[in-house]
């Protein structure tokens, strides 16, 4: 079944887990605490529960080593995408760097799972969802912060490459806890 230009598309955007601080370890190679690998399973089965559940076709991934596992964590618990690529471009990257990340999904792609690092995943969640999307209760969630391993899941109609601020709306923002 091939996607039209103009479908649905839902985009699940997730900060990482909480990580672990040990000194002498470089920022990415930074782990993820107990406390995180317990969220990152948490955030799996939420994503996989047949309530919300979103097939993802696409997983994009800062390859540092905390979202590293919290994608495994996710994985773990049942949730899945037919592919995933690690990015560096996504580590460290604003919003509007993750934005250009996702303009060059193919439009035969409906749904992306993104997994990344504040402030660039709040700040483009925040960006893309426009004030009077989906219910007032999920948007003042959202403006309340996006803490490690909170996810906004947001939908659109058009092309990847066409994604821009205020063209999406916001139908869920949810911080699973394990």
């Known amino acids: 079944m091939t996607t039209t230009p103009t479908s649905e598309r839902t985009l699940t955007l997730v900060r ?29 089965v939420w994503l996989s529960d047949p309530l919300h559940a979103v097939v993802h076709e696409l997983a994009l991934c800062s390859p540092s080593e905390r979202t590293r596992q919290t994608l495994d964590g996710i994985w773990a618990a049942g949730a899945c995408a037919a592919q995933t690529r690690f990015d560096e471009r996504i580590y460290e990257a604003s919003a509007a760097g993750l934005l250009e990340v996702l303009r060059e999904v193919p439009d035969s792609v409906s749904a992306v799972l993104m997994i990344g690092h504040a402030p660039g995943i709040p700040v483009l969640a925040t960006s893309l969802a426009h004030n009077d999307s989906g219910s007032s209760d999920v948007m003042d969630r959202l403006s309340l912060g996006f803490p490690t391993s909170a996810l906004a899941v947001l939908g659109f109609n058009g092309r990847w490459a066409s994604l821009a601020p205020q063209t999406a709306y916001l139908r869920d923002f949810v911080v699973p806890r394990g």
């Not at 990580?19 to 406390?35: C, I, M, Y």
């Open 16 to 44: 990482h887990a909480k990580a672990e601080h040990v000194q002498g370890k470089t920022d990415s190679d930074r782990g993820l605490a107990p406390r995180g690998r317990r969220d990152a399973h948490a955030i799996g």
